[in-house]
């Protein structure tokens, strides 16, 4: 069983017809379905066979019970169900150019308010039942802090962005139990380090604040990966982009599922590197066919 912490949203994605213009209203096909970080992650573990439980907040707006029924018809235990009354559900709208890289993001996560250090403490021994925990940083800097002095199973945060990502430098060089596993793209490696253009010395300098490993993935230049010991600077698959969101998420499952599995650092990263290429190639932040990477 892996456990994973943070947000499932209602996404809105918007993918031009033709060529993106700025500042103008653009002939657009507008996609809904249902996303956050935690809960693609979930997802795309699901699909590649584990058994995942995710642990998150529900509004009670009238899309939060169906969000929660697709997070169980993906194959998803949701063990406790937090619903928070009076709350709307998370959105996140994504508006992307032709080639499908994201132009501008919104992200009304105002509910993730509501999942609380005491609400995780709650069920620490249930969460430590699990081979392992994924955190995603769309919770709150007490939670990951909870998260990091009781976690007693590998912990995986995934940075989530360049703003969220400054919630795991407070967590750095803390006395902890179990390894912690962080991944960061390339921008979020530098807003927490302050290292730039050298992505070796970023990663140096995340072992040198205590973490047990560390993934820089860095778009299509590939991904960078170190545990102190052994690093390694693995391609990307060449693929025709169809949609940039979810290609991270996908990462981090296939990281998760192949360590899970007793893969080398190297052999996790490139599994997620595959998973990545599949989540590029999909109009949806899920592709159904991750589940092919099994085979």
């Not at 501008?104 to 709650?122: F, K, N």
């Not at 802090?145 to 995934?158: F, G, M, R, S, T």
């Not at 860095?218 to 025709?240: I, L, W």
């Not at 998420?249 to 599949?278: N, P, R, S, W, Y």
Request: net charge negative.
């Amino acid at each position: 069983m892996i456990t994973v912490i943070g947000a499932a949203n209602v996404d809105i994605t918007a993918s031009p017809l033709g060529r993106y213009v700025p500042c103008d209203s653009n002939p657009s096909r507008v996609e809904i379905g249902f996303g956050g970080v935690g809960r693609n992650i979930a997802h795309n573990l699901c699909l590649m066979g584990e058994q995942v439980r995710l642990f998150t907040v529900f509004g009670d707006d009238s899309i939060a019970l169906t969000l929660r029924d697709d997070c169980r018809r993906v194959g998803m235990t949701i063990d406790p169900i937090l619903e928070v009354a009076g709350a709307r559900s998370n959105y996140f709208i994504c508006v992307n150019d032709h080639n499908g890289e994201m132009q501008a993001g919104a992200a009304d996560m105002e509910l993730m308010s509501h999942l609380t250090p005491e609400m995780v403490a709650t069920h620490i021994d249930s969460i430590n039942a699990s081979n392992a925990v994924v955190a995603d940083c769309n919770v709150s800097e007490a939670v990951l802090q909870y998260l990091v002095e009781h976690c007693a199973k590998p912990l995986y945060i995934d940075a989530t962005s360049a703003a969220k990502a400054m919630k795991i430098k407070p967590l750095l060089g803390k006395k902890r139990s179990a390894p912690l596993i962080i991944k960061v793209n390339q921008a979020e490696a530098v807003a927490l380090s302050g290292i730039k253009g050298d992505v070796e010395a970023m990663a140096r300098w995340f072992i040198e604040q205590g973490v047990s490993s560390i993934y820089i993935t860095m778009g299509a230049r590939g991904v960078y990966c170190s545990d102190g010991e052994h690093s390694v600077a693995m391609p990307s698959q060449a693929v025709t982009v169809v949609n940039a969101t979810g290609a991270g998420d996908a990462f981090m499952a296939g990281v998760v599922h192949a360590e899970m599995d007793g893969a080398t650092m190297q052999d996790a990263c490139a599994l997620g590197i595959k998973a990545a290429a599949l989540a590029l190639q999909s109009t949806k932040a899920v592709n159904p066919k991750i589940n092919q990477l099994n085979n």
